[in-house]
């Protein structure tokens, strides 16, 4: 009896070392890719100062839009869109890019207007840039002028979106003037 206590008390030891070995052999197969990319990194939180000084990347041309109202006063007033519906928080410039190109009318189902309106100008593909646009700005207008007393100089009686260009080749002349579209209130 002696013996088998003898030989389990080998065998539990010989058992632990090679657990050991497993768990080593683990610890070094997941410890080492990240290793290597700590090493291996060039930039460090938050930038390398070597990098500060670069050239930039490869610019591409983009186009933005900015939406503006004009007052019963007749003032111009800046409008953040993204303060008017706060569930497309991130993505409300997603939608004036979509409205702009006309998805909506080519997606599966399409809404019954919009496949009615296609119809009538003979097709999607012969419909005009940005044709439910103005549907768009007067709901934000109305949202607008929903949080202003109905007395308030501030209401709109208009909405203008208007779309520039950056061509992308350097760092300035932001501001090209595209294109505009204006809804009356």
């Known amino acids: 009896?002696?013996?088998n206590v003898g030989d389990s008390g080998v065998t539990k030891n010989s058992g632990d070392r090679r657990l050991r070995v497993r768990y080593a052999a683990l610890?070094?197969?997941l410890f080492a890719p990240l290793?290597?990319?700590f090493v291996s990194v060039r930039n460090l939180y938050p930038v390398a100062a070597s990098t500060m000084m670069m050239a930039g990347g490869g610019l591409e041309a983009s186009e933005y839009f900015v939406l503006r109202g004009e007052t019963l006063e007749g003032d111009t007033v800046d409008?953040?869109?993204i303060e008017l519906?706060?569930?497309l928080t991130g993505r409300i410039f997603g939608l004036v890019s979509a409205t702009i190109e006309n998805k909506?009318?080519?997606i599966r189902w399409?809404?019954?207007s919009n496949t009615a309106l296609a119809a009538s100008t003979g097709g999607v593909e012969q419909l005009p840039r940005a044709a439910r646009i103005e549907e768009l700005l007067r709901a934000w207008g109305e949202i607008y002028n929903s949080r202003l007393p109905r007395s308030s100089a501030r209401r709109l009686k208009a909405v203008r979106l208007d779309a520039?260009?950056?061509d992308g080749r350097s760092y300035g002349d932001y501001a090209r003037f595209v294109e505009s579209w204006k809804a009356e209130l």
Do not use: G, N
């Open 1 to 3: 009896m002696t013996e």
């Open 27 to 29: 610890t070094v197969a």
């Open 35 to 37: 290793l290597w990319a």
């Open 79 to 81: 409008i953040p869109a």
């Open 85 to 87: 519906s706060d569930a």
């Open 104 to 106: 909506s009318f080519t």
């Open 110 to 112: 399409p809404h019954p």
């Open 164 to 166: 520039y260009l950056w």
